[in-house]
């Protein structure tokens, strides 16, 4: 998976009323990551996007995109999950087994399987920093 510019980094932040301490704390990234991505515009791995859009309490993709987008894509993906739920609801375990044997089926069970993973691991470093 490939790494990703953060553009909207900076703006978020000073939205939030976050210092860069604050974030570089919360977020658990460095000093230097974080001056990297806001002044010198590298790109973050996916993890370090997600663990600064939890900390900054946004969608990763607020991150990158104007929120007017994000928002727009967000609700595309609510109607198309809706519309996944209700297909799904109609099939029975024969045929949902038979979808996830397909390449779409398989690359669904991946994301998912990389979400839970990502969410775990995120909510052990709150916990901990909580603990």
């Known amino acids: 998976m490939g790494r990703f510019a953060l553009p909207r980094l900076r703006e978020v932040r000073l939205a939030k009323g976050m210092g860069l301490r604050e974030l570089t704390r919360e977020a658990h990234v460095s000093k230097e990551t974080l001056h990297g991505l806001e002044i010198k515009g590298r790109e973050a791995w996916p993890r370090t996007r997600d ?4 900390a900054l309490d946004v969608h990763p993709w607020e991150l990158m995109f104007p929120l007017e987008h994000v928002e727009a894509m967000l609700e595309s993906d609510r109607h198309e999950n809706a519309l996944i739920k ?3 609801a109609t099939m029975t375990e024969e045929e949902i087994s038979a979808l996830m044997d397909t390449p779409a089926g398989k690359r669904i069970g991946a994301a998912i399987e990389h979400d839970t993973k990502e969410r775990a691991l995120l909510e052990a470093e709150t916990q901990q920093d909580a603990g």
């Open 51 to 54: 663990k600064l859009a939890c």
């Open 86 to 88: 209700r297909q799904i």
